[in-house]
């Protein structure tokens, strides 16, 4: 408790609360602040890492509660920097997930991707100690296509030695997608100022 309050972001959060859940693309609420959308395999992180990043100890779910996993989720979160909404993409790549289900959850995520306005950036998580595959390089053209940024964050760097986390960010920044990458920890906190920079650098661009 005391580590994770010594470790809390340096970053402000005024507000952060989640404005809907859908399940369609009909029910994603109306265009408005710029968004951030995150994306990653089930049990990336993302949960943890949001939570992480605003601060908040459980805002989103984590992949224990199935009832959000096929939902985009959109927070609103203010900080004095501005408004914007992290949006919260299901997670793919479960490894039994029938046909039919996979394609219902590329037809959501491809309906936010391809056509939202106010997504200004894209977020790729992935587990700092796998290596990407299909499922992540699959999405890249989506958002390609439309010019949106995509920044590569690796989760979960505290299971790994500081030598292994310098050798694996070394392969990613060589290997990884051609994209950038930044380390970070849910746990310890790692990366979250970086991360907000990052977001705050394609938002001003
Ligand atoms: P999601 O399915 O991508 O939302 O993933 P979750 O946030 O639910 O996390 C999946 C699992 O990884 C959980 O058991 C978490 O406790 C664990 N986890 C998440 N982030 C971290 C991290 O930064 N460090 C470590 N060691 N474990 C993490």
């Known amino acids: 408790m005391l580590a994770a309050m010594a470790n809390a972001p340096p970053v402000k959060i005024l507000a952060a609360e989640l404005v809907t859940s859908a399940s369609a693309a009909a029910g994603f ?3 408005g602040a ?3 959308a995150l994306l990653g395999r089930s049990n990336v992180g993302k949960s943890s890492l949001l939570n992480r990043v605003v601060g908040r100890r459980s805002l989103a779910r984590t992949s224990k509660t199935p009832g ?3 939902l985009v989720n959109f927070f609103r979160v203010l900080r004095p920097e501005g408004e914007l909404r992290l949006v919260d993409l299901p997670g793919y790549g479960f490894a039994r997930v029938s046909q039919s289900e996979r394609r219902a959850w590329q037809a959501l995520v491809e ?3 391809a056509k939202r306005a106010s997504l200004r950036m894209a977020l790729l998580l992935q587990d700092v ?3 990407p595959g299909t499922d992540e390089s699959d999405l890249l053209p ?3 296509a439309r010019g949106i940024p995509v920044l590569g964050v690796l989760t979960k760097v505290d ?3 500081a030598r292994e986390r310098a050798a694996r960010l070394r392969f990613f920044r060589e290997q990884g997608l051609g994209l950038d990458w930044i380390a970070t920890s849910a746990r310890t906190g790692a990366g979250s100022v970086e991360l907000w920079a990052a977001i705050d650098a394609a938002l001003r661009g």
């Open 29 to 31: 609420p109306a265009e």
């Open 34 to 36: 710029p968004e951030v």
């Open 68 to 70: 959000r996993t096929r």
């Open 111 to 113: 309906s936010y991707l």
């Open 129 to 131: 100690r796998r290596d």
């Open 142 to 144: 989506w958002l390609a």
């Open 159 to 161: 299971r790994l030695s």
